[in-house]
């Protein structure tokens, strides 16, 4: 564009194509279904990794930030996810790569909260960073979430998956 028309219009026309590249990429973001090696506080990619898992207990990574050209993803993918496991009682997400959060994000996180409480399933946060938990301080979602918001996924695994343990000795 720059060779035909002009230098201004070649500038013009890779900054749209950019901020159209980076809207692209990150409106559907990587997560991953993860799981605990066994043995070690680490989690990760069930699809990639021999992992342990609990069929009442789902943990779901986000590895983006979190706003308006991907919250919609997040909420579909939650909405699959739990269609799909009909034993579910807990989903953690996991947010160690969350870095932030804007109010389109915060209303699909309390649309999804909602929800989730609806179909029985308790949704519950890890890793939230501290600039991200500063911001959701700010608004009603921990207020109203259903759930706790765990310093770690391995905190999360050993109060979540050490309740369905006691549940399944106690029926």
């Known amino acids: 564009l720059t ?3 002009s230098v201004e219009a070649g500038i013009m026309a890779g900054v749209g194509l950019s901020i159209g590249l980076f809207l692209y990429r990150t ?3 990587h997560s991953a279904v993860v799981g605990r090696v066994p043995g070690t506080e680490h989690f990760r990619n069930v699809l990639r990794h021999d992992v342990e898992l609990c069929p009442k207990v789902t943990f779901l990574r986000v590895d983006e930030s979190l706003y308006f050209a991907n919250a919609r993803f997040l909420e579909e993918r939650v909405m699959d996810l739990v269609a799909g496991e009909p034993a579910l009682k807990h989903l953690v997400l996991v947010c160690p790569a969350v870095n932030l959060i804007d109010a389109s994000a915060l ?6 909260n909602e ?3 609806n179909a029985g399933v308790i949704l519950h946060l890890s890793e939230v960073k501290g600039p991200v938990m ?4 700010n608004t009603d979602l921990l207020a109203n979430l259903s759930g706790e918001v765990f310093l770690s996924t391995y905190e999360a695994w050993q109060r979540l998956i050490g309740q369905s343990v006691a549940q399944r000795i106690n029926v």
């Open 134 to 137: 500063d911001r959701l301080r």
């Open 27 to 29: 409106s559907r973001p």
């Open 107 to 112: 209303e699909s996180l309390e649309a999804i």
């Open 115 to 117: 929800r989730l409480r």
């Open 3 to 5: 060779l035909v028309h």
